[in-house]
């Protein structure tokens, strides 16, 4: 039997019977899953929508660091899922890896009928981009994943257009743009040749690793990325990401409530 | 109810209670999960231990394109899983994020006592590596993931020493080296200072991230690399990994055995 806090954050069976699939397009979205790779960008979330860390560790495997925070807010289950600190060492499981795990465990737990991934994100100024900046990103692919072979060098890139929100984008000021991603927080030359050949305005550590995932599985996926530095800037990436972390959270969380309220009530075809 | 063929590769349940912390030291192993990452590596093994595809598409969800190949040889359920090809593309789904996510779902699906990672890899000459060599690994790390931030750099290169067979390698005549990881098949110079600072024999393209997820869930991982191509000289990686990826499986398969006949009817502390 399930512990009252667990059947808070889950949907009716009815509706998880279908939701692997996405809710039929007439029906409200019922569960939505947040995958955030730092809890000091999880932290306000779970303040505002009022989630509580789930207590039943049998959700996930015994081992795993993952963090499940769940509640019903207005009419939707909330899962934010933050894949933890690293048991060894102590500091949040960034990158693609963690990632994908995470990713995967939470949409077969829960079923979800909508993943976002927010996080904060690197962002060109040649593209448009400053700090604090929030945007919707219209497509993802990896920037560190060479491989010159015929096909495999596509599949390394992986570049997939995301879920299209046209009716979202158009009630809320965010920005749009595409988002490369790579497991270093640096920029090789190396890295940045890929970048510019993906045409990205925003540089992350996991949002393609949570869309492969997503798309594995047909669940939609959307991808809310604040600029925290200045990648083709003069800081050096690192010390300015620092230095922004805090007060670009509080934009990107903002933005995460102005979705989440957008997406109370509606239908995944009237994102 | 589960199929016959699917009950021919798992061990009754007593013995699966206990496999997902490792079969206790004085009974011998039981399940063993390969994780290899591409086809022509994998379908050899398949075929010199009878394995059969498995029918029971329930394991893994709908979707993924992973492929489990099982049966029992000797004493031992094997469950081989190859991460299949990219559903989209057709190519083999290699790299990290494909190898934790089969990793992370055959060990919460079959219980393994044992991982083993086998696969061919890049070898550097200078560190005594030639192709055709068959290694066991003594350590992972990644060279792709550069995070230049306290704590977060250690995370990011994720030194791991690798299980420790001293009984094994007195037996069979294999090479001893270090593992280093990243998701591209050339090497950047950036990615070149990496595996130098990670002491590396040996390049792949999954190791680090399978021995992540076997750490995290506490089952013993070992690591069997054949070498391709000979990352430090004169030929262009693609161009002799193509070249040698054949010939060289058929080495990695005959240690795949050795190993495997070796681990027949002995306990994890015998190894």
Chains 1, 2 share one sequence.
């Not at 009716?12 to 995958?35: F, K, Y």
Request: overall charge negative.
């Amino acid at each position: 039997m399930a512990p009252a806090e667990d059947m808070v954050a889950n949907p009716p069976s009815e509706a998880e019977e279908t939701a692997s699939a996405g809710v039929a397009n007439t029906s409200p979205i019922s569960t939505v899953l947040i995958v955030i790779a730092m809890h000091t960008e999880a932290a306000p979330l779970v303040s505002k929508f009022e989630l509580v860390e789930d207590g039943d560790k049998s959700m996930f495997p015994k081992g795993v660091p993952w963090v499940r925070y769940c509640g019903k807010y207005k009419d939707l289950y909330i899962n934010l899922i933050w894949p933890g600190k690293d048991p060894a060492l102590g500091v949040d499981s960034v990158g693609t890896i963690s990632a994908s795990l995470v990713t995967y465990a939470s949409i077969q737990a829960f079923k979800p009928d909508l993943v976002i991934n927010a996080g904060t994100a690197g962002g060109f100024k040649a593209k448009g981009a400053s700090i604090g900046d929030v945007y919707l990103t219209s497509a993802v692919a990896f920037h560190d994943r060479r491989i010159p072979i015929p096909v495999f060098d596509m599949y390394g890139i992986g570049a997939k257009e995301t879920f299209s929100c046209p009716n979202l984008l158009k009630q809320l000021n965010l920005k749009v743009g595409k988002l490369s991603t790579g497991d270093s927080m640096d920029m090789s030359p190396h890295d940045e040749s890929a970048i510019l050949a993906n045409d990205a305005t925003l540089k992350d550590m996991e949002g393609a690793a949570v869309a492969y995932v997503a798309d594995l599985l047909s669940v939609p996926a959307i991808f809310l990325k604040a600029v925290t530095d200045i990648v083709d800037g003069e800081k050096p990436t690192a010390e300015e990401f620092l230095q922004n972390l805090v007060i670009v959270t509080a934009a990107l969380d903002q933005a995460v409530t102005q979705v989440i309220d957008f997406i109370n009530g509606r239908c995944i075809s009237d994102l």
